[in-house]
């Protein structure tokens, strides 16, 4: 399934800028952001991705002291995953057009809406990064 139009590099900049301290080894805060480098992982780890672009929006990551990614790719990247979560959104129908009542009886609701995820974040916060 297409994704949305015109991606800036959003591996490549995860790659730079967050697999460093994110990775199967290193895995800060229990967040392994190597592991996100195909585009299905869009979809299959959407809640990792959706962390990522809330980390990014808040200034978050990278952490205060590291190098920092131009603030031009960090909104383009946001921006980009923003729009590629609305897409699946608009997606969530089984086949292009009809849905039929059985299909509908199927969707389920997403399992976690950002307000969710906020509040999963406030609880799950380990200790702040040192320095
Ligand atoms: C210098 C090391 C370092 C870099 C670089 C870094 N992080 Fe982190 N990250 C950490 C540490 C340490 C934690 C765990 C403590 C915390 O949450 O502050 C963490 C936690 C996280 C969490 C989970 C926090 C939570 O509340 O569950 C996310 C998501 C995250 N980082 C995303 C990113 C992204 C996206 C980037 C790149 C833009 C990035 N990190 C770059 C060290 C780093």
């Known amino acids: 399934?297409?994704?949305?139009?015109?991606?800036?590099?959003?591996?490549?900049?995860?790659?730079?800028?967050?697999?460093?301290?994110?990775?199967?080894?290193?895995?800060?805060?229990?967040?392994?952001?190597?592991?996100?480098?195909?585009?299905?992982?869009?979809?299959?780890?959407?809640?990792?991705?959706?962390?990522?672009?809330?980390?990014l929006k808040t200034g978050k990551m990278p952490p205060p002291g590291s190098p920092q990614p131009p603030a031009a790719v960090t909104t383009a990247v946001t921006g980009w995953l923003q729009s590629e979560f609305a897409r699946q959104d608009r997606m969530v129908k089984p086949d292009a057009g009809h849905v039929s009542a059985a299909a509908r009886l199927r969707l389920k609701p997403r399992p976690a809406s950002l307000g969710d995820l906020k509040a999963r974040l406030k609880v799950t916060r380990s200790a702040k990064y040192p320095g």
């Open 1 to 55: 399934m297409p994704l949305a139009a015109e991606a800036p590099d959003v591996f490549a900049f995860v790659e730079k800028s967050c697999v460093a301290c994110h990775n199967a080894k290193v895995k800060s805060g229990d967040v392994d952001l190597k592991a996100l480098e195909t585009a299905k992982t869009f979809e299959e780890n959407r809640e990792t991705w959706e962390k990522l672009v809330e980390k």
